[in-house]
């Protein structure tokens, strides 16, 4: 009893260092437990990864390959380190031939796509910049066409990763959303996704999943990290030092578009049966006497632009990715647009901010030669310029995961 008498008057004698102790231990103690659960769910996505690689194949089959394109400076350099952590080994326990390359600059992934051999399926490991780099030098081959039909993995290692809330479930932890991301390329539950092509006069054709931004609340977004010392008020910060710069801050622009088109049925791909031997014979004696008469060719409609002036805050091209299970009936990405409109009252003049959305297939983004600023496409920043964005339809399939499914089917429903 004299001992804990003893200890209980030392803490409080030296309550400082007691405090001073009591933080660091509690914080340690925090630490180590957040990295014993974290191991937890490194084990328990190996094991279910094992279960995969223990599955029998016949002689004939072969070994699944994948191609893993690895972006190593994503989140500030970490995304090498969480890979080999994390997702590397489900892949290799899974039984895959995993083939990995590591991108070294800015730009590299499109020129890596364009020597990429033929594999069972993509990976890519990085943020909304690599993923953009590999479907821009996937979508610019020549033989793009076989090669989109390459089922896509995304595993979220970057500081933006706008697709992960589409395919995979979100979660605050990274190794658990990092390890489920990776399981669901094993479950191999695929979703078709559209795609933006975005081609300027000159340029080459840049490709998108999300959509484009352009406008004033952009601008401003890209100036938060300059105020990161006023901690919670970096962003409202940024919005009063842009309003002095500039007020009113619309960007003039006209847009072209055309209405959205049909939506064909889903139709699984079946290759159709061949005939019978007497049947092609007696079809190729058909022929020979009484040759078909050629068709005359279908004269095509030509397309119908509808042409709009605007003063926007803001607008923005997005695409229905958000929710790739939602069946619609026709195919479309939409703009929305934030206009500032002049509402006279009886004695001042106010300005009123006004939304309006659009649907189109095809749309013309018409800019002035000066002062247009910079885009936004998929979180990556290009310079302003007049541009054509037409819509792909369906264009790749990307991995996701069981549960994200089923959770977009219920909210359509």
Request: hydrophobic fraction near 40%; charge should be positive; aromatic fraction near 8%.
């Amino acid at each position: 009893m004299a001992r804990v008498v003893k200890v209980f008057v030392t803490l409080r004698n030296h309550w400082k260092k007691s405090t001073v102790a009591a933080c660091a231990l509690s914080y340690g103690g925090h630490w180590l437990y957040g990295k014993h659960c974290d191991n937890l769910l490194r084990r328990d996505a190996c094991l279910a990864a094992r279960e995969f690689g223990r599955q029998q194949i016949s002689p004939q089959e072969q070994l699944k390959k994948a191609t893993v394109i690895l972006n190593p400076a994503a989140c500030r350099g970490k995304a090498n380190n969480l890979f080999e952590k994390n997702a590397a080994p489900i892949l290799h326990l899974a039984g895959m031939e995993v083939t990995l390359v590591k991108t070294d600059y800015e730009g590299q992934a499109k020129k890596l796509m364009e020597l990429m051999e033929q594999t069972d399926m993509l990976i890519v490991a990085g943020g909304d910049g690599t993923l953009q780099e590999v479907i821009t030098g996937l979508l610019r081959r020549a033989d793009h066409e076989s090669f989109s039909k390459t089922p896509i993995g995304f595993i979220p290692l970057g500081s933006h990763n706008s697709l992960s809330e589409s395919l995979h479930i979100l979660s605050d932890n990274q190794v658990k959303h990092i390890t489920s991301a990776t399981l669901s390329i094993l479950q191999g539950e695929t979703v078709p996704l559209d795609v933006l092509q975005i081609k300027g006069e000159k340029e080459q054709p840049v490709f998108a999943l999300i959509g484009l931004r352009w406008g004033a609340f952009r601008d401003v977004a890209s100036t938060i990290k300059k105020y990161w010392y006023l901690g919670p008020l970096k962003i409202k910060a940024a919005h009063w030092f842009s309003t002095l710069r500039e007020w009113p801050q619309v960007h003039e622009a006209s847009v072209s578009y055309i209405a959205p088109t049909l939506r064909p049925p889903d139709l699984p791909e079946q290759k159709p049966q061949r005939p019978n031997l007497m049947y092609r014979i007696a079809r190729r004696l058909k022929n020979y006497w009484y040759p078909p008469i050629p068709e005359s060719p279908k004269v095509e409609e030509p397309e119908r632009w509808d042409e709009r002036t605007l003063s926007t805050l803001e607008l923005s091209i997005q695409t229905q990715n958000k929710n790739p299970v939602q069946t619609v009936s026709t195919f479309y990405l939409f703009f929305n647009i934030y206009t500032v409109g002049e509402k006279k009252a009886a004695d001042s003049t106010a300005f009123t901010r006004q939304s309006l959305k659009l649907e189109a297939s095809a749309c013309r983004l018409n800019l002035p030669e000066e002062g247009a600023g910079f885009y936004n496409i998929d979180n990556e920043e290009y310079e302003a310029m007049s541009v054509e964005v037409r819509l792909l339809p369906r264009k790749l399939r990307f991995f996701c995961s069981a549960e994200r499914r089923e959770q977009l089917l219920t909210q359509v429903l």
